[in-house]
C-alpha cells in the first residue's frame, strides 16, 4: 500500500521551519504618485507623506546619476515598525532584527519599516530605491537576459550594496569610523576577493569604493562602473576599461588613499589606554557585538548584550575583571524573548541593584520588562500596545522608568510609572525623541531633532534636550549624531556625538554650562553607563571589527578636557502635510506573475513532454497560486498540481488540486497508480516556534496492473488489469522548531514533530503515526554534534510500509534495504570544519569552499510483517538492530548541500564486505 503521508507533502509548505506570524490584521492603503505606489497601513499616513517626498526626490537624482528610467511604477511597501514589518508576506523568510529593509527582483517591490529616526528612514528609503535602479540595469527582461548573457553572470554583492549605501548616504561619520578602523588594523579585505564575502563589511567597503572613485574620477564614473559592469560581465575587464588598471593594481591605489588619509591619526588609536581599561576582550571571547551596557548603581557589575554564544544574551561580568557571573536571558529560543534590539538596545539597574530593566520582542510586539538581576526571574512583564521600545532607563528614585516609544509613526519619550502600570506621553509628536534618562532632581534628559521653536522641521540634527516641569528647552549644540546621555553626580551630563567625525564622549558642566570634549579617540564610544557615585563609568567601544567593554575610573580627573564643540548639522527639511485623499484608494489583491519557468522535448514515441511551472502573488503575498507540471505524452499520464495559500491571518490556509502518478514493481508486475483528488490544510502558529496542523485529503487511485512486464517479450503476456481506490483521510501535526542555523546546516537548538493520521470512509483501513526529534549542540561557532530519533508505527488491516537504509536513514546499508510497518533509528553526527578554501589550478581552475567534515552513527530497526512482496520476516528480533558508521563531507554548491559520505554496515554478528558511498544533494538535516 502507499504511504499515504506523502500525499500532504504536496501542500504542506515545511515539515519544519520557524512560524511567520501574522499578529495584526493589516489593512493597507495606496498612495498613488508620479513614479511609485506606496502602500501603507492605518498609523502610516504620515509616514506615506514623507516617503513620498524622499522618493520623488531619491528618483530624480539616481535617474540623473545613472542615465536611465524607470519604465514601470515602482511598488514602495511601508511599515511602521520593524515588528510590523517582521510580519510582511512579500518573502517567507524570517526578517531577524539586522534586517533594515529590502528590495526584491520579482515584482521589485521596496520594503521598508519605520524604526522611530526619520534621517534613518530616509536613508533606507533611498538604500531600496537604488537597488530597483540596479535591477533594471543588471536584470532586464529574462529573454533580454537570456541572449545578452546576463543570466550567466553574477554581479558581486559589494558593487550593489556599496552603491546603495553611496547613493543613501554619501560619506557620513559611521562609515568613516568603520574604514578607519578596518585600515589601522589591517583589516581591509581587497576589493579582488571581497566578492566571496558577506555581512556589514561589503556594504562599508563597497561604499568606500565609489566615494573614492567620485573624488578621483568625478560623481559621473559611479554611473558609468555599473553600465560597464552589465555590459563587460567581468570586473577585470571593467576596472581595464575605465580605470585603465587591473582589479589588483587599483587595490593598492585605493588603500594608498585611505592610508593617507588615516595613518596620521594613529595617536588617537594610542590615546584610548590613557584613560580606559578593557573589561571584556571581544577577540578573546570571540565575539563581535558586546552593547547596551549598564554598571550597576554599586559599580561592582556590568550588564550587556552580547553575541557571545551566538545570539544575543544578557550577561553580567565583574567591573573589575571582566569575569562571567551570569547569564540571565537569551533570545530567540522562547517566544517571550525573541529578540532584544542588540542593534538599538538599552539595559538599566534599579537603584538598589535588584533589578534590571530592557525591552524584548514577543509575540509580534515590545514589551518591557523588569527582571531579578541574581536569577534571571520575571518580575514584571508590560505591554503597552507600541510598536517599538527602546532604550529604558529606571529612575534614581525606584518607583519610574522612561523609555523612547514607537507609535503610528512617531518616537517619543514615556514615562512608566512601574507600581500602576501607567504611562505618559510627554513629547508627542512627530520628531524622533529617543536615548532618554533621568536627574536625581526629576529632570528628564533626551535626544531630538525637534526645532528650537515652530521653524521647519531639519531632520536628522541631533541635540540633547531637558524635559523640566512640563518645558522642553535644548541643552548643547546640535550635530548629526548624539547618544545616550547620562546624568552625573556633579550636576553634569555626558553623552557621546560626532562633532569631530569620531564619537567620543563629551561632558556638559551644569555650573558652566560649557561643554568639554573628554575623549579623543580613532573610533567610537557607545552606551556610556555610570554608577551611583559617579566614579566609574562603563562603555561600549568599536574597536578592530568589533565591540569591547571597557571601564574609566574617576572620569572627570582621568579624562583631560579638549575643545568646545561647533555645531554640525545637515539640510535635510520636512514639513507635516496630510495625504491628497484623491491619490489614496483602499488595496485590493490583484495577481500578477512571480516567475514562469517551463521546459519541453519531443519524443516519437511518447509525443511532447517538458515540465512547467508558474507562480502568482499579490503584491503583499497574502495570496499565493502555484500551478506545476511534468507533462508527459497526454494529460492522464502527467503530473499536475494547483496550490493555493492564504497567509493574510495568523492562521495560514492552504488547498490543493493534484494529479500525479507513481510507479513501483511487485516480482515481474508493474504497477501505475495515478492519484487524482485535492486537500486542504490550517496551520496555527502558538508563537514563532511551535504550531499544529490540521489537513484533510481525499483523492481516487486509479491501479494499472501489468502482468509479467519485466520478463523477456517471448514471456510476457502484455495483459493488464485496471482497478481503483477510494482515499479520504485526516491528518493532525505538532510541529517544534527553536534552531539557530550555522554556516551550511542547523547549529544549535531542536526540533520535533509529531504527526499522525488515519484513512476514513476508505477503501484501505491505516492509521499511522510518525515522531521526529532532532537536537542540535553548538560546541563551537563552527562545529556541532547533532542528533535524530526517528519512530514511526502504521496499524490496521493495510498498514503503510516504511523503508530504510542509505543515506538519510541507516548509511552503510544500501537504499530501501529494510522494509516494514514500523520502524525506528538513531543518527549522530559530529560535524566539523575541514576545508575552508582550496584552490586548484590544473587540470582546471576549481576552487572549493566551506567544506566540512562529518563523523557518523546510525542505529535502525524495523518490525516486518509476513508480506511476501516485501522479501521480509514476520517479527522483530535482537538482531534486526542494525548499525552503520563512517563519515563524510559536505560543501555548499548552488545553494544547496553536496553531501558525500562513506559508511559500512553492522548487525550483531559480522560486517559487510564493503563500505557503502553515498552522493546526494539536498537540505541538511
Known amino acids: 500500500m502507499i504511504n499515504i503521508a506523502i500525499v500532504s507533502l504536496l501542500l504542506v509548505s515545511q515539515y519544519y521551519g520557524q512560524n511567520k506570524i501574522q499578529y495584526k490584521n493589516f489593512h493597507f492603503n495606496v498612495l498613488e504618485t508620479e513614479h511609485f505606489n506606496i502602500y501603507f497601513s492605518e498609523g502610516g499616513e504620515e509616514l506615506a507623506a514623507f516617503a513620498e517626498e524622499v522618493l520623488e526626490e531619491g528618483y530624480e537624482i539616481l535617474s540623473e546619476d545613472l542615465g536611465l528610467e524607470v519604465d514601470f511604477t515602482i511598488p ?84 550593489m550594496e556599496g552603491h546603495a549605501e553611496f547613493s543613501s548616504l554619501g560619506w557620513d561619520h559611521e562609515t568613516d569610523i568603520f574604514m578607519r578602523d578596518l585600515v589601522m588594523n589591517n ?86 589606554h590613557d584613560f580606559a581599561r578593557i573589561v571584556f576582550d571581544h577577540k578573546k571571547t570571540k565575539t563581535i557585538y558586546n552593547t547596551s551596557t549598564a554598571i550597576s548603581s554599586r559599580g561592582d557589575k556590568i ?95 525606584g518607583d519610574e522608568i522612561v523609555f523612547s516609544g514607537v507609535k503610528d509613526g512617531y518616537a517619543d519619550i514615556y514615562v512608566l510609572d512601574i507600581s500602576s502600570g501607567t504611562t505618559e506621553n510627554i513629547t508627542n509628536d512627530i520628531y524622533t525623541d529617543k536615548y532618554p534618562c533621568v536627574s536625581s532632581e526629576g529632570v528628564i534628559a533626551f535626544v531630538s531633532d525637534r ?26 549644540p546640535r550635530t548629526t549624531y548624539i547618544a545616550s546621555p547620562i546624568f552625573d553626580n556633579e550636576g553634569g551630563l555626558y553623552f557621546t556625538a560626532d562633532y569631530d ?12 554650562a560649557r561643554i568639554m570634549k573628554k575623549t579623543s579617540i580613532l573610533t567610537g564610544v557607545y552606551y556610556p553607563t555610570i554608577s551611583k557615585d559617579g566614579k566609574k563609568i562603563a562603555f561600549s567601544y568599536f574597536n578592530d571589527y568589533g565591540y569591547d567593554i571597557c571601564v574609566v575610573k574617576n572620569p572627570l580627573t582621568k579624562m583631560s578636557d579638549a575643545q568646545t564643540p561647533e555645531p554640525a548639522t545637515v539640510s535635510t527639511t520636512y514639513e507635516e502635510t496630510e495625504l491628497e485623499t484623491a491619490r489614496v484608494r483602499k488595496y485590493t489583491p490583484k495577481f500578477t506573475f512571480d516567475y514562469f519557468v517551463a521546459s519541453a522535448s519531443y519524443y516519437s514515441i511518447i509525443g511532447f513532454s517538458g515540465l512547467g511551472e508558474i507562480a502568482l502573488s499579490d503584491i503583499l503575498g497574502n495570496h499565493r497560486i502555484l500551478i506545476a507540471s511534468n507533462f508527459y505524452g497526454g494529460l492522464t499520464s502527467s503530473d499536475i498540481f494547483l496550490s493555493y495559500w492564504y497567509l493574510k491571518k495568523r492562521s495560514d490556509f492552504g488547498f490543493t488540486l493534484f494529479q500525479y502518478l507513481n510507479y513501483f514493481r511487485d516480482y515481474d508486475d508493474l504497477f501505475i497508480w495515478r492519484y487524482l483528488g485535492g486537500g486542504g490544510v490550517v496551520q496555527y502558529p502558538f508563537n514563532r516556534f511551535f504550531r499544529a496542523e490540521l489537513g484533510a485529503y481525499a483523492y481516487k487511485i486509479y491501479e494499472t496492473r501489468w502482468y509479467d512486464f ?64 532532532r537536537r542540535y549542540f553548538g560546541l563551537s561557532p563552527r562545529a556541532s554534534f547533532a542528533a535524530r530519533l526517528l519512530l514511526a508505527g502504521s496499524f490496521g488491516p493495510d498498514p503503510d510500509r516504511w523503508s530504510i537504509g542509505g543515506q538519510h536513514s541507516l548509511r552503510g546499508y544500501d537504499s530501501y534495504a529494510l522494509t516494514g510497518s514500523r520502524l525506528g533509528f538513531l543518527n549522530f553526527e559530529y560535524r566539523f570544519p575541514f576545508i575552508d578554501r582550496l584552490k586548484i589550478s590544473f587540470p582546471l581552475p576549481i576552487e572549493f569552499r566551506d567544506i566540512r567534515g562529518v563523523l557518523f552513527a546510525d542505529f535502525g530497526g524495523i518490525y516486518s510483517d509476513s508480506f511476501e512482496v516485501y522479501n521480509t520476516y514476520n517479527g522483530f528480533h535482537l538482531e534486526d538492530l542494525k548499525m552503520g558508521f563512517g563519515a563524510g563531507v559536505r560543501m555548499t554548491f548552488m545553494y544547496m548541500i553536496l553531501k558525500c559520505d562513506v559508511g559500512r554496515a553492522y548487525n550483531f554478528h559480522d560486517f559487510t564486505d564493503e563500505w557503502k558511498y553515498y552522493l546526494t544533494i539536498g537540505p541538511e538535516w
Open 710 to 773: 519485466f520478463v523477456p517479450p517471448m514471456y510476457s503476456s502484455d495483459t493488464y488489469r485496471d482497478s481503483s481506490y477510494n482515499m479520504f483521510y485526516p491528518n493532525l501535526a505538532f510541529v517544534f522548531d527553536n534552531i539557530r542555523w550555522g554556516r551550511i546546516g542547523p547549529h544549535s537548538g531542536r526540533r520535533v514533530r509529531l504527526e499522525g493520521y488515519t484513512t476514513l470512509f476508505s477503501d484501505f483501513e491505516t492509521r499511522s503515526v510518525i515522531f521526529d526529534y
Open 187 to 272: 583589516n581591509v579585505i581587497p576589493l579582488s576577493v571581497l566578492g566571496s564575502y558577506g555581512g556589514f563589511v561589503i556594504y562599508k567597503e563597497g561604499q568606500a569604493f565609489y566615494k573614492y572613485i567620485a573624488e578621483k574620477y568625478g560623481r559621473q564614473k559611479v554611473g558609468e562602473f555599473l553600465h560597464l559592469v552589465k555590459s563587460k560581465k567581468s570586473l577585470e575587464a571593467t576596472f581595464l576599461h575605465l580605470f585603465g588598471v587591473t582589479v589588483e593594481e587599483f587595490d593598492d591605489q585605493w588603500m594608498r588613499y585611505y592610508q593617507m588619509q588615516y595613518f596620521p591619526k594613529v595617536e588617537l588609536q594610542e590615546n584610548f
Open 451 to 476: 526645532p528650537d521653536s515652530t521653524t521647519e522641521y531639519k531632520y536628522g540634527n541631533y541635540a540633547v534636550f531637558l524635559y523640566r516641569n512640563g518645558v522642553i528647552s535644548r541643552l548643547i
Open 303 to 397: 550588564a550587556f548584550i552580547s553575541d557571545r554564544s551566538g545570539t544575543a544574551e544578557i550577561i553580567v561580568i565583574s567591573s573589575i575583571d571582566g569575569r562571567l557571573l551570569k547569564k540571565l536571558v537569551k533570545a530567540q529560543y522562547s517566544s517571550g524573548y525573541e529578540g532584544l534590539h542588540l542593534y538599538q538596545g538599552g539595559l538599566s539597574w534599579s537603584s538598589d541593584d535588584r533589578f534590571i530593566t530592557f525591552a524584548a520582542k514577543s509575540k509580534g510586539t515590545d514589551v518591557l520588562y523588569i527582571i531579578d538581576a541574581e536569577n534571571g526571574k520575571v518580575s514584571k512583564r508590560m505591554d503597552f500596545g507600541l510598536d517599538g521600545i527602546y532604550s529604558p532607563k529606571f529612575a534614581p528614585n
Open 76 to 159: 514602495a511597501i511601508i511599515y511602521n515598525s520593524p515588528n510590523d514589518f517582521s510580519q510582511t508576506n512579500i518573502t517567507l523568510e524570517l526578517i531577524e532584527e539586522a534586517v533594515g529593509g529590502f528590495t526584491e527582483i520579482l515584482k521589485n517591490r521596496m520594503v521598508v519599516p519605520f524604526t522611530g529616526d526619520y534621517e534613518d528612514f530616509r536613508h533606507v528609503l533611498v538604500h531600496e530605491l537604488t537597488h530597483v535602479f540596479q535591477f533594471v540595469i543588471f536584470f532586464p527582461t529574462k529573454m533580454e537576459a537570456l541572449f545578452s548573457g546576463d543570466i550567466f553572470y553574477s554581479v558581486p554583492l559589494w558593487v
Open 501 to 512: 567625525t569620531a564619537f567620543n564622549m563629551y561632558w556638559y558642566s551644569g555650573d558652566s
